[in-house]
Nanobody
Framework: QVQLVESGGGLVQAGGSLRLSCAAS????????MAWFRQGPAKEREFVAA????????AYAGSVKGRFTISSDNGKNTVYLQMNNLKPEDTAHYYC???????????????WGQGTQVTVSA
């Protein structure tokens, strides 16, 4: 059974940076993709970034491209999300997930962590 544990969230001023981590256990070769989604208050869960750990293919939402970077350390089975130049609209609960294909829809992912809160003040 896949378990995902996120960490690294917190409160930061606009323009600041945070790095989120997601430690995965129990993940199989059938789930090579790791992704981050976020959900703000009264909003739907939205795609942020994904990485295919077998070839390091990455994908980003337009709203974070150029500011966020997703990476993986396969030896540690951990995925990171480096977030720079944070904006108040990035405030959300950030979730890590895993799946078979890179997709922007949450329905295509199989397991979810509990998430970590990111709050960006103006």
């Amino acid at each position: 059974q896949v378990q995902l544990v996120e960490s690294g969230g917190g409160l930061v001023q606009a323009g600041g940076s945070l790095r989120l981590s997601c430690a995965a256990s129990g993940r199989t070769v059938s789930s090579p993709v790791m992704a981050w989604f976020r959900q703000g208050p009264a909003k739907e869960r939205e795609f942020v970034a994904a990485i295919k750990t077998t070839d390091d293919y990455t994908a980003y939402a337009g709203s974070v491209k150029g500011r966020f970077t997703i990476s993986s350390d396969n030896g540690k089975n951990t995925v990171y999300l480096q977030m720079n130049n944070l904006k108040p609209e990035d405030t959300a609960h950030y979730y890590c997930t895993t799946g078979a294909l890179v997709s922007t829809s949450p329905v295509n992912y199989r397991a979810w962590g509990q998430g970590t809160q990111v709050t960006v003040s103006a």
